[in-house]
């Protein structure tokens, strides 16, 4: 088993570029068999969950190659609806499947999808507004079985903004005969994405941003080059691994209205921000002060994918500070590990209380989640002596190789395994 390991107590000085983010590039390789003709993704990371997605394309009769960061995609060879079982269990996106190989072929059959052990994540939402769209849907022995012939555009009400329900459900209307409204939709930036990468392929979407998106079926879509948005949370991650480890760090390649609730909450005594041009360049020095209250919250809320590295911050803090889950049930997993490297936190339900501490340290800890991984590698940083970090196929599924990438900010990291 692969692992990290970590010499801390390190600053973070110089500049780490972001690539595109990994909640876009898995959607629109979900998308990209909205069309036979060739679509080329730029910028996309080297990243566990991609190569996953790559698989199962290919399992589906796709030809998909990777050169440097783009990958082309030439699903003019599509011959199966069944999204294959292996892969798609260890990839929630795979879901996203379901509506576009509805819209390209009508038929799909996916298995319940796995992704990270955060909580419950239903699919329920997902599975009513394609029934809502006539999508004829049995469950049986574990998998979905849906079959699109009699498929129609619909004035659907999502139960609740779910970023893969509002996905999966434009790329299921994007051929329907009229006009499909989706209401109650997610508003993150992943999803304007879509609506971009889908218009300029032919679709007509709008609204992406807001909670009411319009679908104007077209007859078809066609090839396209595209270069999705930068990712949010791996930007955020390493503005947080400044504030907690201090240095001077420019991070590259974000968009800094993506990331404004984390922006907010970055301690402004401890911290100097200066956002500009597509970059954000942080400066930080002694210790932060505690922020009292973090709760996580559908976009433009603080996300939930930087909750745990938020944990981590608040873990070296001035005081004490309250972290409240709202999105996902069990995702304060890391938070045990934080305290084995001498964090004081105490969960309750979807609580934690953060008593900061004047340093954590080294010691041997377990990624439990990606985020979670990827919160550790923070506190690692930051932390007095030797960690070794195990379980790290977690962090891989969002990151790239970090020993190769965090050396040139001056973190003493190796990859072992
Ligand atoms: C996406 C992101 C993930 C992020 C999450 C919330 C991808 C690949 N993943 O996940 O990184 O943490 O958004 O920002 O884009 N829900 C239901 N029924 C459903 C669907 C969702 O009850 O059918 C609930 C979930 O349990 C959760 C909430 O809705 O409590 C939000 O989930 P959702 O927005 O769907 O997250 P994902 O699309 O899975």
């Known amino acids: 088993m692969a692992k990290y390991i970590i010499e801390g107590g390190r ?99 996916a298995v319940y999808p796995g992704g990270c052990d955060i909580g419950l994540r239903p699919i329920d939402i997902h599975l009513a ?22 498929a129609h555009a619909a004035d659907i009400v999502l139960d609740l903004p779910s970023v893969g329900a509002t996905e999966n459900l434009i790329m299921a209307c994007v051929f329907l005969d009229g006009i499909s409204v989706l209401r109650n939709c997610a508003k993150e930036p992943e999803i304007v994405d879509l609506q971009n990468f889908l218009n300029a392929m032919g679709a007509k979407v709008r609204g992406a941003g807001g909670s009411v998106i319009t679908v104007e079926g077209v007859k078809r879509l066609h090839g396209v080059e595209y270069t999705p948005i930068p990712d949010r949370i791996v930007a955020g991650t390493w503005l947080i691994g400044a504030a907690m480890c201090g240095g001077k760090l420019t991070v590259e390649n974000v968009c800094p209205e993506h990331i404004s609730s984390l922006l907010a909450k970055l301690p402004k005594s401890s911290c100097k921000i200066y956002p500009r041009d597509g970059k954000i360049a942080i400066e930080s020095k002694g210790r932060p002060p505690a922020v009292a209250k973090t709760e996580t919250m559908y976009y433009p809320g603080f996300p939930t994918d930087l909750q745990a590295q938020m944990t981590a911050l608040q873990s070296v803090s001035d005081g004490t500070a309250v972290i409240v889950e709202n999105i996902f049930e069990t995702r304060f997993r890391s938070a045990v590990e934080l305290c084995k490297m ?15 501490v004047e340093s954590l340290y080294g010691t041997r800890v377990t990624a439990t989640d990606l985020r979670g991984g990827a919160s550790l590698v923070l506190a690692a940083t930051a932390a007095q002596g030797r960690s070794e970090i195990d379980e790290i196929h977690h962090i891989d599924r969002g990151y790239e190789d970090l020993s190769v990438i965090l050396p040139s900010v001056g973190v003493k990291i190796t990859r072992e395994g």
Request: proline share 2%.
């Open 129 to 150: 507004g394609l029934r809502e769209l006539g999508v004829t849907i049995g469950e049986r022995h574990g998998h979905i079985d849906c079959d699109g012939t009699h």
């Open 11 to 109: 600053e973070l000085y110089g500049s780490l570029t972001v690539r595109g983010a990994k909640n876009s590039v898995l959607t629109l390789l979900a998308a990209s068999i909205l069309t036979p003709e060739t679509v080329i993704l730029n910028d996309c990371p080297d990243i566990s969950d991609v190569a996953v997605m790559l698989q199962i394309l290919r399992k589906l009769g796709c030809k998909v190659s990777r050169r440097d960061s783009s990958i082309e995609i030439d699903s003019s060879g599509l011959h199966s609806y069944k999204i294959a079982c292996d892969p798609a269990k260890e990839l929630r996106s795979s879901v996203f499947m379901l509506g576009s190989l509805l819209s390209r072929i009508k038929r799909a059959r």
């Open 342 to 356: 001498g964090a004081d936190i105490t969960v309750s339900g979807n609580t934690a209380v953060v008593r900061g």
